[in-house]
């Protein structure tokens, strides 16, 4: 198979500088990424890719047993990695490639040097202590939502989703991202990642991590980023001068520069 194609891999910016990957998250693609795209090609070579059955992949190679879960698509970041031949290099994933980054990570570690989990949420369920920001009662009224009308669903999810009210532009920007993804699949992946439980993942990351969280987001909860920073040894933790859960989009000039300033190293 070829895994560029399938993948629909991109790769662009500066030739002699650090490799970054750029994962994005559900219901979007890697034009989600293009506001931070121009600040961060001035120092690093990016690698922009779409999650099977996102954007322009080869929805052809979608599998219902392989992607039933993130380690699936965690195979398919690290055999990108090696078809480039690129690392160790910086993975950035935002929402739930944020936990693929994770697994990714701690199968070959070898192949990182660091990441960044932009929003990131290793259980969406909250549990005991643990706020996860939805109950089992949400979660399955949110899955059965979208499997029973997944255009609807998008129309009035995305705009919670992203958050920034007064922006509307931002929202419907989500809802049509959302509304171009196959419906079959993006239910499948919506079951994925709402059920995925990765809190036990988080301790086994032994790479250099930055958590960058957003001041109100409905999906990452206050408290989530900080139970992140404090499961990963070292990793440190930065809120965002953003609000909602597309900071790339709302806040792209924060963004850009949270992620320069870790992969160049400055505090």
Known sequence: MDIRSRNRVVVTGREDGPVVMLAHGFGCDQNMWRLVVPALAENFRLVLFDHVGAGQSDLAAWNAARYSTLDGYATDVLEICRELGAGPLTFVGHSVSSMIGVLAANREPE????????TPSPCYLDDGEYRGGFSAEDIDELLESLDSNYL?????MAPVIMG????PELGEELTNSFCRTDPAIARAFAHTTFRSDNRADLPGVSIPTLV???SDDAIAPAGVGAFVQAQIKGSRLVTLEATGHCPQLSAPEATAAAITAFVRDVR
């Not at 920034?164 to 922006?167: D, G, Q, V």
């Open 152 to 156: 609807g669903w998008s129309g009035a």
């Open 111 to 118: 192949r990182f040097e660091k990441l960044v989990l932009l």
């Open 164 to 167: 920034n009210p007064e922006r």
């Open 212 to 214: 960058a969280e957003c």
